[in-house]
């Protein structure tokens, strides 16, 4: 029973927020007790509400309480304190695995409040109090609990490490200060600690920095996003009304033109059938008189026939055949002819101008263009997957390997007719368009051969140079053979000085307007730079000399 009594007297005393000893217990006006930190915590934490309430009955309060202490309650906890008996300690008061355990405790340990430098200990908070009451401990530094109070020790000396070497850039003791780090740059490890903690406050200003420009870049760029959307958004809304107003006019024109061949449909067979029913009157009328004159005939009395003859009805004015002229087998048909000609029109006008409209989407570009690349690895970031088109290949040149590699052969190839293939010179296009950022190789040997760039409505046919790569201003080549290279462009030629070698790499800015062209070896070396204006999607082109081969290298 005496036990059940000391234990009522621990819960009394008790604060039901922490679960402690009361320490500067408050009462408040509901009658319950607590810490006056606790309870002053509690009730920052309600400040938003304007509504103060005990943790315990829920009871609210308006005003907030001014807290005063409990000067009894104050003096029964120093009694309790003094006999001995305080309170049990809540279950999360005691050290888990996880926890810095107090090394003082016995049986079951609690949890380490605070640890001492100096001894080397880690302290619960009943185990601490000498530290706060004897004037032996002033000098101790205490820290946030620790379990690795052990590194503080030094391994070789067992004294703890308060001086800091710089010339080894390591924690010492006082005897390593004056054995094997004799003469070298030692300072205190709190002066150490208080250049390194003033350097850290400028990394972390930098960081901070930092992190508040990032933070507007992320800003704008959320509010680029965000106009992106709307002008997107807004595009294509515009568009949709755009093709249904053609739609819709479409639909118009061809309801136009059935009701105008309906009409002349009901006009035509009306003159038609008008005809045709004076025809047929005329046919039976005939037929009649016919009829009259075949009985008059078979008459045997002359004088009778003489008598009727006179009397016969004379025929109508007859409609001559030939009068009526019928068109041959064409009726409606030139119509139809018409309507095509204007589909094959409006599909030409749309796949034209729909290469520009693809061109504006594609080079939409909100964010500054990047620096140009300066390394080989910087440029196979933008490597191009290329393909030769067999469409577009002379007929003297072999493709091979998946379409990736061209010779040039003295033997025809037996390809299809095709409007895009090249005549009369030794060229071929690749097969996909190039916009934006790219990047490919050529490895050539032989001859020579012309690395360039073309639009795709370059000539086909040879005439007076039309067709050929660098001849016109639909293209631009980069001429190579073993001795020089040059540049070529709408018949201007520029001499182009670089490390000869078998492997020529091409660089497409699209939208900025950058082509380059570099020797690759160990190293790249640029040979020849343009500074234009694209306004067609270019395709990769290839020219050849004499016994020349050449191949759209596979990068990585």
């Known amino acids: 029973m005496a036990q059940k009594g000391v234990q009522l007297d621990q819960e009394t005393f008790s604060c039901s927020i922490c679960l402690d000893l009361l320490k500067d217990p408050v009462t408040i006006p509901c009658g319950h007790s607590y810490c006056m930190n606790c309870i002053k915590t509690h009730w920052d934490e309600e400040e938003e509400k304007k509504l103060h309430s005990c943790p315990q009955c829920r009871q609210t309060f308006t005003p907030r309480p001014v807290l005063v202490k409990n000067t009894m309650l104050a003096d029964l906890v120093e ?7 305080q309170a049990a300690p809540a279950d999360h008061c005691y050290a888990g695995p996880e926890d810095v355990s107090c090394d003082f405790c016995t049986g079951r340990k609690l949890k380490a ?8 200990i880690s302290f619960c908070e009943n185990h601490l109090q000498p530290h706060f009451e004897s004037p032996a401990y002033e000098k101790h530094k205490l820290v946030g609990p620790s379990n690795k109070l052990q590194e503080n020790i030094c391994s070789r000396h067992d004294e703890v490490m308060k001086i800091f070497c710089r010339t080894d850039q390591q924690c010492i003791c006082y005897l390593c200060s004056v054995e094997e780090h004799k003469g070298h740059d030692i300072v205190s490890a709190a002066a150490e600690r208080t250049e390194r903690q003033r ?31 709307l002008s997107a958004d807004k595009a294509v809304e515009d568009n949709e009304k755009i093709f249904t107003e053609l739609i819709r006019l479409m639909e118009k024109r061809s309801s136009d033109v059935k009701q105008k061949v309906r009409s002349q449909q009901r006009t035509e067979v009306s003159r038609v059938k008008e005809l045709q029913e004076k025809l047929e009157q005329e046919i039976t009328e005939l037929k009649r008189n016919d009829a009259e004159l075949k009985k008059l005939s078979h008459t045997e009395d002359h004088n009778q026939f003489l008598h009727n003859y006179p009397s016969l009805s004379p025929l109508s004015e007859s409609t001559d055949s030939s009068s009526i002229r019928i068109r041959p087998l064409s009726y409606f048909e030139d119509v139809t002819e018409a309507v095509s000609e204007v589909r094959d029109e409006l599909q030409d006008v749309l796949r034209d101008k729909w290469t520009n409209i693809s061109l504006m989407v594609t080079e939409v570009d909100v964010l500054l263009s990047q620096p140009e690349p300066k390394t080989r690895a910087e ?12 469409n577009t290949a002379n007929t003297s040149l072999l493709l091979s390997d998946g379409n990736k590699k061209a010779t040039l052969m003295r033997e025809q190839q037996f390809y299809s007719r095709h409007p895009d293939r090249f005549t009369g010179k030794f060229q071929v296009l690749s097969r996909e368009s190039l916009t934006g950022r790219c990047y490919w190789e050529v490895e050539w040997r032989g001859g020579g051969v012309y690395v360039a760039v073309a639009y795709k409505d370059i000539s086909r046919k040879e005439n007076w140079g039309e067709n050929r790569f660098g001849w016109n201003d639909k293209s631009w080549a980069l001429r190579c053979n073993k001795i020089s290279y040059n540049f070529r462009y709408n018949r201007v030629q520029t001499p182009v000085s670089g490390a000869q070698t078998s492997r020529v790499g091409v660089y497409l800015d699209h939208s900025a307007g950058i082509l380059s062209f570099y020797s690759v070896s160990e190293t790249m070396t640029l040979l020849h730079r343009v500074q234009t204006a694209f306004t067609q999607p270019l395709y990769a082109g290839l020219r050849f000399y004499s016994g020349t081969t050449a191949e759209l290298c596979k990068v990585k």
């Open 379 to 390: 440029f196979l970031k933008y490597s191009h997957e290329i393909t030769l088109d067999p």
């Open 113 to 120: 409040f605070k640890s001492c430098l100096q001894c080397v």
């Open 199 to 229: 350097e850290l406050e400028v990394s972390r200003l930098n960081i901070q920095q930092r992190i508040q420009d990032r933070e507007k870049d992320v800003k704008l760029l959320q509010q680029e996003v965000e106009n992106i959307n």
């Open 79 to 85: 009694q309790l304190k003094k006999t001995g008996l």
